[in-house]
């Protein structure tokens, strides 16, 4: 059948990029009303495109072909569903219909042999700028699995095919001034000299001060966040999985490995039965098994012996706190347990004594980042107007009594990853003037804020410097061309007088 990939065997090693899986809604398979269910058939209408109709079956054959697409590595498809924003379901769709209209208006109608020489091109079958003739097997078997022949495939790619002369058609004139795009390269790749000003929260921290009075207003005022945590204690079985496997005789193994499962099975069985149920105590006893008995502990602070199996501990506080049943196995990494919870301490609240170190911390915590905030905006402020005003940075920094820390010169393309946070500083020196100090940059969590000085720029040379220009102008001319294509489309679009069948 796919003559194509029948030349073309061997293994098909491709990731498969994120694939539209676009619900039906109510197209897929039925719909439920207030009063009654309809279920569609393939041959009914789904919706209308300039004036044409399109069955259910048109539109899940368009979802494979948009699914296989992503298979070959081909994004033309995924992109025109979603070029403008939809609800889901048949909206994009509509997209792609569209887009089959404008092609067969504006006479765009790829050849077979097109589509040939473009399968060939693909990157999925690509392999160091050569078609790899390993890469077809798996290829075609997808390919049937999803009931496309030789000739739907050639279908795929003269869509594909389309879209791109569809877009060329619209934009391909456009172009980036080099003006724009030396900017951007400039902007993108230069190296910054400059320095830092940093405003640690714990200095501020510690000229905190808190009164009894404000520590008991806010206990008053968030007691319900002060309570002791909920404790359960529990017993359990322990079925510890077969050991040293490697060593027991083949024939033996499947055996040794069973053995601990049949074992949890029987307890089960045991503790389920609809007859002459027994408790969990009265089964352990049954079939001679060692109960072990953990006394009541908190969630976030389990016992040595259940600290490593944290899919234990989170069934044990899952468990309704008012069920009668035995619990099922849970898998460890060392065997199964079966537990059961034996009591359960509530959460209480706690006095104001018992939190009052914590209620204190939090409370220095929000000084500290309130004075921060306020040291920053105002060392900001005045570093500005100074350096406005012709002063020098220096002076600047010694009359707010703050320190510079110069920093080694910064690639903001590249910042070096042994200094601490560039990653952030090069972002502002990228966005700040030469000769001024940046916007606020809180590092650390939280625990630090920094302003940024950039005393120098300097666009310096680079053996790939052609290279990255180039570029730059590709990417300026690529997204104002995507922008450009999806302004002309949803004129386009609107133009289609889109309408969907409605149920019930």
Known sequence: MLEFFRRHRGAFLIT??????????????????????????PTDVALTVYGKDYTVADVQRVQRSVQFSNYLQSEELTNIMG????????????????????????GIRPSNEEARAALDKLPALQNNGKLDVSRGQMLEQIAASMGFDSEALLDIMKDIIGLRKLQDLVT?????????????????????????????????????TVTDDEIKKYYEENKENYKTVEKRAVSY????????????????RQKAQNAPVERVNAFNALTNAKEKRKTFVEAAAAMKEKIETVPAFAQGNPPD????????????????????????AVEGSKGWYVFEVTKVEEPKQQELAEVTGKIKEVLLGQKADEARTKAVNEARLALSEGLKAGKKIED????????????????????????SNSFYIAQEAAMTAVGSIS????????????????????????PDSAELRKNQVQFLSDRERARLFQAWFKKQHEAARISFAKLG
Do not use: C, W
Not at 185 to 199: D, E, L, M, N, W
Not at 246 to 252: A, G, H, L, T
């Open 237 to 252: 079985v322990f079925f510890e999985k077969a050991k040293d496997l490697d060593k027991v005789p083949f024939e033996q």
């Open 396 to 419: 600047l920094v010694k009359a707010q009594k703050l320190t510079l820390q110069p920093l080694p010169d910064i690639d903001i393309a590249n910042p070096p990853q042994e200094v």
């Open 83 to 106: 070029i403008l924003p939809s609800s889901g379901g048949l909206d994009a769709f509509g997209n792609f219909f569209v887009a089959r209209h404008l092609m067969e208006e504006l």
């Open 16 to 41: 498969l990029t994120a694939s539209i899986i676009i619900s039906m809604f109510y197209y897929g398979v039925s719909q439920t009303t207030a009063s009654h269910e309809k279920k569609l058939l």
């Open 439 to 462: 916007h606020a940059v809180d590092i650390d969590n939280g625990k630090a804020t920094l302003l940024v000085y950039v005393s120098a720029k300097e666009l310096r040379k680079r």
């Open 172 to 208: 391909k004139s456009y172009t980036a001034s080099p003006l724009s795009a030396e900017k951007q390269y400039a902007s993108s790749y230069q190296t910054f000299k400059g320095s830092t000003i940093v405003f640690e929260t714990e200095t501020f921290k510690k000229a905190a």
């Open 305 to 328: 012996a259940l600290k490593a199996e944290s899919d234990l501990v989170e069934q044990i506080f899952a468990r309704p706190k008012d069920s009668t049943s035995p619990a099922e």
